[in-house]
């Protein structure tokens, strides 16, 4: 039914070891900053974000601090051949059909802690944060052709792009060394128009779906468990 189905084939496999070299390279990058922060006077908790996991993505979420008030965050990701569209889907066709988005992205900015500011440690506190986000995309889908009934073309998009987010949300101390986050995520994506069909029909690694409406367009759920090493 699908034309070129063997150029769609082996484009699944070399996105596919792709991302086997992208995880190595995750877990490589969190050791090393890891290992490197425990030995200095830093606070170092490292955890899993559990919402991105709904668009086949696995993030890895990290804080560094040496005061109560504010720290430093480094998030690894990847995006696995999502068909994610967002929780909002208004199945618009688009001439678009088997879409999938694939990518690393990585996240690093800063939190401040109003409540803790006075460098006082407490067991639950607020945060705002900032982020900068650099997110590679791929995306592969099949484009229906108008004038021949049931013929598809594959086509695809990739590209690297930088973009600001911010969060808000809460941080529970749950143990001395367990540590609770949740909150919210919004980022302001700023990319070339190459989308495949409907903009708010993509998904971006590190940011989640446009959506229909700007206003809830690339909000990310935030709950990580994070483990805390001890200094």
């Known amino acids: 039914m699908y034309a070129h189905s063997n150029e769609?084939?082996?484009?699944?496999?070399?996105?596919?070891?792709?991302?086997?070299?992208?995880?190595?390279?995750?877990?490589?990058?969190?050791?090393?900053?890891?290992?490197?922060?425990?030995?200095?006077?830093?606070?170092?908790?490292?955890?899993?974000?559990?919402?991105?996991?709904?668009a086949k993505s696995a993030e890895i979420s990290s804080e560094f601090r040496r005061n109560p008030g504010y720290s430093l965050n480094f998030n690894l990701g990847h995006t696995f051949k999502t068909g994610h569209t967002g929780l909002i889907d208004h199945k618009v066709y688009d001439r678009i059909s088997e879409?999938?988005?694939s990518g690393t992205f990585v996240k690093a900015g800063v939190r401040l802690y109003p409540t803790s500011m006075s460098a006082k440690q407490k067991r639950n506190h607020f945060f705002l944060g900032a982020f900068l986000i650099l997110s590679h995309y791929r995306q592969t889908a099949l484009f229906e052709e108008l004038e021949?009934?049931?013929?598809?073309?594959?086509?695809?998009?990739?590209?690297?792009?930088?973009?600001?987010?911010?969060?808000?949300?809460?941080?529970?101390?749950?143990?001395?060394?367990?540590i609770l986050d949740w909150g919210v995520q919004k980022s302001f994506v700023l990319r070339e128009n190459?989308?495949?069909?409907?903009?708010?029909?993509?998904?971006?690694?590190?940011?989640?779906?446009a959506q229909s409406d700007p206003f809830i367009g690339y909000f990310q759920g935030i709950l990580s468990l994070k483990y805390q090493f001890s200094n």
């Open 8 to 54: 769609i084939e082996l484009i699944g496999v070399i996105v596919e070891r792709n991302q086997l070299y992208a995880m190595r390279l995750l877990f490589l990058s969190v050791f090393f900053l890891t290992s490197a922060t425990c030995h200095a006077q830093w606070k170092t908790s490292v955890g899993v974000n559990i919402p991105p996991i709904i």
């Open 99 to 101: 879409r999938r988005t």
């Open 148 to 178: 021949v009934s049931d013929t598809y073309t594959p086509v695809s998009s990739k590209g690297t792009v930088l973009f600001p987010a911010a969060t808000i949300g809460f941080q529970h101390n749950l143990t001395r060394f367990l």
């Open 194 to 209: 190459n989308y495949l069909g409907r903009r708010d029909r993509n998904y971006q690694p590190g940011a989640g779906s």
